[in-house]
Nanobody
Framework: QVQLVESGGGLVQAGGSLRLSCAASGGTFSRYRMGWFRQAPGKEREFVAGISATGGSINYADSVKGRFTISRDNAKNTADLQMNSLKPEDTAVYYC???????????WGQGTQVTVSS
């Protein structure tokens, strides 16, 4: 059973930076594609960034391209999201997810709140 725990959220002013970290336990982390998602109040959860098992393939939502960077360390079983030039519209609960199966992200963390003040 894979367990994911996010950390690093908080309150930051617009233009600032935060780094989120996702620590995985159980399973074989190096086999899983990892992703970050977010959900703002009153909105559906949306994809933010994803990284392949080896780190060789990365993709981002258009809204965060050039500002956010996803990375992973398979030796430490962690996947991070560096967020720069934050905007108020980035305010959301951010979730780490793993694609343990073949098709979709099927293992989720509990989420960490990111609030960007204007």
């Amino acid at each position: 059973q894979v367990q994911l725990v996010e950390s690093g959220g908080g309150l930051v002013q617009a233009g600032g930076s935060l780094r989120l970290s996702c620590a995985a336990s159980g399973g074989t982390f190096s086999r899983y594609r990892m992703g970050w998602f977010r959900q703002a109040p009153g909105k559906e959860r949306e994809f933010v960034a994803g990284i392949s098992a080896t780190g060789g393939s990365i993709n981002y939502a258009d809204s965060v391209k050039g500002r956010f960077t996803i990375s992973r360390d398979n030796a430490k079983n962690t996947a991070d999201l560096q967020m720069n030039s934050l905007k108020p519209e980035d305010t959301a609960v951010y979730y780490c997810a793993a694609r343990v199966g073949l098709v979709r992200y099927d293992c989720w963390g509990q989420g960490t709140q990111v609030t960007v003040s204007s």
